[in-house]
């Protein structure tokens, strides 16, 4: 079956330090996405890429970036890890062809501690 | 830009009791509207889409929601929740021609009680 798997699930880091969170997924969708989810806020959107090389700012994007060098994989990176940054991050995937008009598939989450 | 608000927060209700979560959205034009489900420790699962035909949309586990475009809303609704539906339920929308990411509401967490 097609998936979305997230790595790493849980992962502490300290401040300062560069963090990169996998995303993959195997639906073969041109869109993927990246939500953070924090209590009170429900999901906010990170990132997001349409397509192979191309990639797009969310509403909370500031000290994150993605790269998209294939269909399967956008990667989550933290340049340098802020406590105001820990938080459950989803995955998720998307395809707008025919009769599928862009329901989300979602990973199981990873969840990100800076202290 | 698009936003979603949902009223309740926090919904405590016993078992077999009528369940009916609120959702509005603020865009005037043609909106895709979806409701999904995260059971504890679990990921975002789709209960329920909407795009376009009959307002009133089934989903999955018994749940309905009925979009009526002139108050702007997509509630959630099932007539006898059991147990099991404790989770948190989170309204999306999807609005603008080429848009694709969808703005979530803040949630509302339903526990059941047996």
């Known amino acids: 079956d097609a998936e979305i798997t997230q790595s790493p699930r849980h992962k502490i880091t300290e401040t300062g330090r560069q963090v990169t969170l996998a995303c993959h997924q195997t639906w073969n969708h041109n869109n993927m996405f990246w939500y953070r989810q924090d209590l009170g806020h429900g999901l906010r959107l990170i990132h997001y890429?349409?397509?192979?090389?191309?990639?797009n700012k969310g509403e909370v994007s500031d000290g994150y970036s993605v790269s998209r060098s294939n269909t399967e994989d956008l990667p989550l990176t933290l340049e340098s890890a802020a406590s105001s940054q820990t938080s459950v991050y989803f995955c998720a995937s998307s395809e707008f062809k025919g009769a599928n008009t862009g329901e989300l598939f979602f990973g199981e989450g990873s969840r990100l501690t800076v202290l | 830009a698009q936003s979603v608000s949902q009223h309740n927060h926090h919904v405590i209700l016993s078992e077999a009791a009528s369940l009916e979560l609120g959702c509005n959205y603020s865009y005037g034009g043609t909106v895709n509207l979806f409701w999904y489900v995260q059971y504890p420790g679990q990921h975002l699962q789709l209960l329920l889409k909407y795009f376009s035909g009959d307002p009133l949309v089934k989903g999955i586990k018994g749940f309905e929601a009925e979009f009526i475009k002139s108050k702007f809303s997509f509630n959630l609704r099932k007539p006898s929740v059991q147990w099991s539906d404790t989770a948190e339920y989170f309204c999306?929308?999807?609005?603008?021609?080429?848009?694709?990411?969808?703005?979530f509401g803040s949630g509302t967490r339903l526990q059941v009680q047996p």
């Open positions: 890429s349409y397509g192979v090389h191309d990639t």
């Open positions: 999306a929308v999807n609005a603008g021609t080429g848009r694709r990411a969808l703005t």
